[in-house]
T-cell receptor, first 113, second 113 residues
Framework: KQEVTQIPAALSVPEGENLVLNCSFT??????LQWFRQDPGKGLTSLLL?????REQTSGRLNASLDKSSGRSTLYIAASQPGDSATYLC????????????FGSGTRLQVQP | DARVTQTPRHKVTEMGQEVTMRCQPI?????VFWYRQTMMQGLELLAY????????DSGMPKDRFSAEMPDATLATLKIQPSEPRDSAVYFC???????????FGEGSRLTVL
């Protein structure tokens, strides 16, 4: 059974810092991995989708990498802003046959102005 | 703009009552998921459908929960009878195909007294 872990559970940084959020998964036979953002009381907003054949994806100040062999993904946020404050979740699709996403418990990020 | 629509957004009910939650997936998406989110368990998969056929409902308590897709534009999740432990936020999400990017609705917050 796939398990997804996110460390740290919470993170507080001053505005302007570059930061890295970590995600690890136990079964490397995944189809893809998706990063989401969740604001309090809201649904999940998709940030980046990385296919199993890709090493990274970029969108604006966000860059996600994927290393299947080590079972890890990272989300890099450049020049953080207070508006980046939210919970960030990663989710792995697979292993083979199971096409639903398995979610980590999230990293709660607070960016101090 | 395209979005997953869920109703109701909030529901307070008494133990033993029937609860029905509805979801309209993004037009053209043929795969629909139901997830439940609690502080203790995080996001848990309840059930999912492709082309209206149920593919996996192993995460759902079968004795009281049921999920259906009467047509391609409507998914329903029913709890009968409801119990206090069912209190959670229920999310619907949709995607195109087996491994497409997953999009979430805003969720239905259920409180069972």
């Amino acid at each position: 059974k796939q398990e997804v872990t996110q460390i740290p559970a919470a993170l507080s940084v001053p505005e302007g810092e570059n930061l890295v959020l970590n995600c690890s998964f136990t079964d490397s036979a995944i189809y893809n991995l998706q990063w989401f953002r969740q604001d309090p009381g809201k649904g999940l907003t998709s940030l980046l989708l990385i296919q199993s054949s890709q090493r990274e994806q970029t969108s604006g100040r966000l860059n996600a990498s994927l290393d299947k062999s080590s079972g890890r993904s990272t989300l890099y946020i450049a020049a953080s802003q207070p508006g980046d404050s939210a919970t960030y979740l990663c989710a792995a699709r697979g292993p083979t046959g199971r096409r639903a996403l398995t979610f980590g418990s999230g990293t709660r990020l607070q960016v101090q102005p | 703009d395209a979005r997953v629509t869920q109703t109701p957004r909030h529901k307070v009910t008494e133990m033993g009552q029937e609860v029905t939650m509805r979801c309209q997936p993004i037009l053209g998406h043929n795969t629909v998921f139901w997830y439940r989110q609690t502080m203790m368990q995080g996001l848990e998969l309840l059930a999912y459908f492709r082309n209206r056929a149920p593919l996996d409902d192993s995460g759902m308590p079968k004795d009281r929960f049921s999920a259906e897709m009467p047509d391609a534009t409507l998914a329903t999740l029913k709890i009968q009878p409801s119990e206090p432990r069912d209190s959670a936020v229920y999310f619907c999400a949709s995607q195109q195909g087996q491994d497409g990017e997953l999009f979430f609705g805003e969720g239905s917050r259920l409180t069972v007294l």
